[in-house]
């Protein structure tokens, strides 16, 4: 991404501001492990979608003063020999200005007195914090921490919900984070034909995983996207696994939720197929009518469509397909079969922290996900592809990525060195 792409973002969250106000928003911090061990660190993304810079422990600073200007600083961490020694090289202050635009900058040791100095002069009304939390239970972070600290020591600010915002503007993608999905979805599908190429029976689920991962650090560090979900066999019946743990029996459905992350941005797809590389009746059966359901889903989907039909649209044309082969007889018994919801928003997260609108727009991009669980006859799987809302419809952003029955089938025959002998 340029740096321009970064600058744009922050002009548009700043128009949305109100006069007299002040932003503050954190990177994120490093999470303690075990022992002297943290997590690897993942950044905030709304402060990646602001600045483009990973790294823990920087904060940004703007003001919207009340004729309408604005003004920024990003506050970075001091150098400190032994501690990037130890830990790696800290971001500089023209390393930050080419990645973000941002042409202001001081250190985090500075940030309390600028802040404190800047709010008591009685020029802002208002605070902008990005502190919104998934879950009730999840840990304070920084930005729950300074946000006590504003109300016990500055309690005469007015605080306004910044996430709010950046979930709006993260709703419609734009150009460069399309071409980014696009980039990431290539490297999602070689990663998949890759455990196409080598799935066999007696293949555990580890090492199908190492054929994914294997592909992905072949395309630089983002990697997955996500936490990969990949399963065989009776394993494909729990919707989020990660034990990697099971062994593909001959005729298993190897089940893959995968997504490649490219530029910050990431794909989600699903793709099943018999670990010997041929569907019996049954699976079949099963799978044309997933895929009917998502071939459908693409055919209609368009700017106007309204959001919260989008699943109960599939269950229902699912239903019918499910009928047609004797699966299921009323629709009250869909939940048998159908076990999750089927249209997510993707982005910078995989379940992308979006404001979800009444109808889809142009330049939407959410998952089309069918997923199809038969605990009677051992079949559970799932068709997860990407759809992008253009002006007039839409786009399979993942089409590409072998789908159809014939094209597994296909590919694993001409391709699957163990399955040919």
């Not at 483009?52 to 150098?79: F, H, M, S």
């Not at 990663?191 to 293949?203: E, L, N, T, V």
């Not at 939940?335 to 992308?352: F, I």
């Amino acid at each position: 991404m340029k740096k321009e792409y970064y600058s744009g973002n922050r002009q548009n969250f700043y128009k949305e501001m109100k006069n007299g106000s002040v932003a503050v928003f954190f990177s994120g911090d490093e999470v303690r492990k075990s022992g002297d061990e943290n997590y690897d660190y993942f950044g905030n993304r709304n402060f990646l979608y602001l600045t483009g810079i990973q790294e823990a422990g920087l904060i940004l600073l703007a003001v919207k003063e009340n004729d309408g200007e604005t003004k920024e600083t990003l506050y970075l961490r001091t150098p400190d020999f032994l501690q990037e020694r130890w830990c790696g090289k800290r971001i500089k202050a023209d390393q930050a200005a080419e990645i973000s635009g941002i042409g202001d900058f001081k250190y985090v040791t500075d940030f309390k007195e600028d802040f404190h100095w800047m709010v008591i002069m009685g020029k802002y009304q208002n605070i902008y914090l990005d502190a919104q939390k998934y879950d009730t239970q999840d840990i304070d972070q920084t930005v729950h921490h300074f946000r006590k600290y504003i109300r016990e020591n500055y309690s005469y600010l007015k605080e306004e919900n910044g996430t709010f915002i950046l979930r709006k503007l993260r709703t419609i993608k734009q150009p460069c984070e399309i071409e980014s999905m696009r980039r990431a979805e290539e490297i999602t599908g070689e990663g998949i034909r890759a455990m196409m190429k080598a799935s066999r029976p007696g293949m555990y689920e580890y090492q199908y995983k190492a054929e994914y991962d294997y592909v992905l650090g072949q395309y630089g560090t983002e990697g997955s996207g996500f936490p990969s979900i990949i399963s065989a066999g009776q394993n494909n019946f729990c919707i989020h696994y990660y034990e990697y743990s099971g062994q593909a029996k001959d005729g298993d459905m190897i089940l893959n939720d995968v997504g490649a992350r490219w530029n910050g941005l990431v794909t989600d797809v699903s793709r099943g197929w018999p670990c010997n590389g041929k569907f019996t009746e049954r699976q079949k059966a099963l799978y044309n009518c997933a895929l009917a359901t998502s071939d459908h889903m693409f055919e209609i989907l368009k700017p106007g469509f309204k959001m919260m039909e989008v699943d109960e649209t599939a269950r229902r044309y699912n239903f019918e397909r499910l009928k047609d082969i004797g699966v299921c007889d009323k629709y009250e018994d869909i939940g048998t079969y159908m076990w999750h919801g089927g249209a997510h928003h993707v982005g910078y997260d995989c379940h992308d922290m979006i404001a979800r609108p009444d109808v889809v727009k142009p330049g939407m991009v959410f998952c089309v996900d069918i997923g199809i669980y038969h605990e009677e006859w051992g079949i559970g799987f799932r068709v997860e592809d990407n759809c992008l809302i253009t002006e007039d419809g839409c786009e399979n952003l993942s089409r590409h990525i072998p789908r159809t029955i014939p094209e597994i089938e296909d590919y694993i025959l001409k391709n699957n060195i163990y399955l040919r002998k």
